[in-house]
């Protein structure tokens, strides 16, 4: 069992907050999308080299992993080099030297205030930046970036292409598709039977070679999807997994006590309510359609819209108003 298999252990309550995705880890995103986009390293290949880090994977955090499995998979495809890459880190990481310059003395400035010459205070005179520059898993990425842009394989276009559509194109597609179902029940049948076509059908392009599937809530049976080995999940749909998606602790929890991890999510369920896990891979991933909440049926898609969100579409909460 390698250390990314976690499904089933025991582990402590879920950090329910969703940090922000700082620009190293949004263009740690954009290179490895753009390149298994087109098919040149697979996320198979990729999930490959990060699984085989052992101990050390859970010493680094999700990109910094992400960064050494992309390393390991350029170089073992002859993409680059290691010569060429260790050459080209010090050119990148020369673009974020800048001078640093010492604040002026507060006490030997005045200004007028009222007329009247004013001291500066402590707070006038505040650094707003600390002067580390990007981590070193950043300085390899973007060496990696450059390296494959001058041999044309990806193109630097391709990757702040998915850095946009991922801040503002892809988090909306699966709200978009879910108010469709909802109003539209013939969409809603061809959602369940064959969902890539069905979504394909109102002009959306998921750009992934995995299946997606769609799972139905009901008053009967309630679904759920987590991955237990990585971070499984429908990006060109719904944008980046949260940060608790990703975590060890809800990627072995929910597998053995689901009512508990949506009982942290303030979802409680009834006790004759069946639930039901999907364990999504890189072959499959899975959209959970939740229940139409009473009190909707004259709304219009914009309204809709605005009470569904990714967590209802990842069934850890559902949707109401």
Same mark, same amino acid.
């Given at each position: 069992m390698g250390p990314h298999d976690v499904g089933g252990e025991r582990a402590e309550s879920i950090n329910l907050e969703n940090q922000s995705m700082n620009y190293w880890?949004?263009?740690?995103?954009?290179?490895?999308?753009?390149?298994?986009?087109?098919?040149?390293? @697979?996320? #198979? %290949?990729?999930?490959?080299? $990060?699984?085989?880090?052992?101990? #050390?994977?859970?010493?680094?955090?999700?990109?910094? /992993?992400?960064?050494?499995?992309?390393? $390991?998979?350029?170089?073992?495809?002859?993409?680059?080099?290691?010569?060429e890459l260790k050459d080209k880190i010090p050119i990148i990481k020369k673009k974020f030297d800048i001078p640093i310059i010492d604040l002026p003395n507060k006490e030997s400035i005045n200004h007028l205030h009222d007329n009247h010459e004013a001291p500066h205070q402590k707070?006038?005179?505040v650094e707003d930046e600390y002067g580390e520059g990007p981590p070193d898993y950043f300085l390899r990425m973007m060496a990696i970036a450059e390296l494959l842009s001058e041999k044309n394989i990806i193109s630097m276009n391709d990757i702040h292409t998915k850095i946009?559509?991922?801040?503002?194109?892809?988090? $909306?597609?699966?709200?978009? @598709?879910?108010?469709?179902?909802?109003?539209?029940?013939?969409? /809603?049948?061809?959602?369940?039977?064959?969902a890539k076509d069905a979504i394909a059908s109102i002009g959306i392009k998921l750009e992934t070679f995995a299946d997606i599937i769609c799972m139905p809530q009901s008053s009967s049976i309630h679904h759920m999807v987590v991955c237990t080995l990585c971070s499984c999940y429908p990006r060109t749909l719904l944008g980046m997994p949260p940060t608790w998606y990703k975590s060890r602790s809800y990627r072995s929890r929910v597998?053995?006590?689901?009512? $508990?991890?949506?009982? %942290?999510?303030?979802?409680?369920?009834?006790?004759? @309510?069946?639930? /039901? @896990?999907? #364990?999504s891979n890189a072959d499959m991933r899975y959209l959970i359609l939740p229940v139409r909440p009473e009190g909707t049926e004259k709304w219009g898609e914009e309204k809709l819209t605005s009470i569904i969100s990714r967590d209802h579409l990842v069934g850890v909460r559902i949707p109401k108003i």
């Open positions: 880890e949004k263009f740690s995103n954009g290179l490895r999308i753009a390149i298994s986009a087109k098919k040149i390293i @697979v996320l #198979d %290949e990729l999930r490959l080299a $990060s699984e085989s880090l052992g101990d #050390d994977y859970f010493k680094m955090e999700y990109f910094e /992993r992400n960064s050494m499995a992309m390393i $390991s998979c350029v170089i073992k495809k002859q993409l680059i080099s290691e010569k707070k006038d005179f946009d559509q991922f801040d503002n194109e892809f988090p $909306s597609r699966g709200i978009k @598709v879910v108010a469709k179902a909802w109003q539209d029940d013939q969409f /809603r049948e061809y959602l369940i039977d064959n597998v053995h006590e689901p009512r $508990s991890v949506l009982a %942290e999510f303030g979802t409680v369920l009834a006790q004759d @309510v069946e639930i /039901r @896990v999907h #364990d």
